[in-house]
């Protein structure tokens, strides 16, 4: 816990092209993150509640332009914030609800492009982890945060590699290069390499040079394995649905178009299965038929899906589909007569 703001910053440090959003659960927290994070030298600002509209909407025109490469935010001030591009959102400290967690998330990997979300837990916390996994039919992996040797290869890579890919425009420079070629003429080869690296990875050089690892142990985040979401066969109705891996989509994908057709709570979902071309999921059978009428014509991410039922007691290997029975009930004589 008391490294959790070093920790941020290595996440930071360690992606040269950062641009993203970090989360915090109060306004409070909020400020003191942005605030340290601007006196160490990085391009932050805050937004949250107690900032004025024409606070707020000069923050985000900074952001949108990207003046600015951090943003740290509160759930209730971000909403609405739709801006493209954005490589990372950090959850600084996981929010109460799991509909928030997937709200703040949503905010990078748009448009079709790829993004990292990150949270930073310790050890008392990995136990909301196994809860959102459970609740979201979602799988994190616990990675080790990174070290200052680390770090400063990362930074010093991307320096190399802008260089080497920087265009010379020699007639810019030309009036230039006898006084520079002067000034360096004393220096090896070797020399001049180890000068200019230092001088451009010296705040990362200085700041990692005694930094150790602050990661736990693996053991203690992995001694309690994730419940798996599995329910009683007797209790659950299996389905299939005609989408998978293939078409690019996750199982909560799948999660959120069975509960937002049905409106139903993810609680009722049992587990999901993503094939290649095909799915399974569960779902209690109390609901099992709403699930099956709602999801009658619906679309996911612009492709019909289809849905059937699945008959649990025939399916060994193959995918046996069969259309939902029901028993048609037995009027009373009483209620029958009435009827007539």
Known sequence: EKDRYTA???????????????FCRTREETRQVAEKLVKDGYNADALHGDLSQAQRNHVMKKFREKSLQVLVATDVAARGLDVDDITHV?????????????????????AGKSGDAIVLV?????????????????????????????ICEKQIETMIGKMVQQDVNR???EQYLPAIYDALSGY????????FV??????????????????????????????????????????????????????????????????????????????REF????????????????LKGASLDGRQVHVNYVDQTKEKTGIRKTKPKFRKKRSSPVKAAARQ
Do not use: W
Request: charge should be positive.
């Open 8 to 22: 941020l910053k290595r996440i930071v440090d360690y992606v040269p092209d950062f641009f993203g959003l970090i």
């Open 90 to 110: 950090i959850h600084y400290r996981l929010p109460d609800e799991s509909e928030r967690y997937t709200h703040r998330s949503g905010r990078t990997a748009r």
């Open 122 to 150: 310790n050890t008392k916390e990995v136990r909301k982890i196994r809860d959102l996994e459970r609740e979201n039919g979602i799988r994190f992996v616990f990675d080790k945060l990174p070290d200052g040797c680390a």
């Open 171 to 173: 007639k810019e420079i």
């Open 188 to 195: 090896s080869r070797e020399e001049l390499i180890q000068r």
């Open 198 to 275: 230092s001088a451009e990875v010296s705040r990362f050089l200085e700041d990692y040079k005694d930094a150790g690892d602050i990661s736990v142990s693996p053991k203690k985040v992995h001694d309690k394995p994730a419940r798996p979401v599995r329910r009683s066969r007797y209790k659950t109705q299996r389905f299939f649905i005609n989408v998978g891996r293939m078409d690019k989509l996750k199982e909560g994908a799948i999660l959120r178009l069975v509960c937002d057709n049905a409106a139903i709570s993810s609680d009722k979902v049992g587990n999901i299965d993503m094939k």
């Open 279 to 294: 799915s399974f999921f569960e779902i209690e059978k109390s609901v099992a038929g709403k699930v099956l009428k709602s």
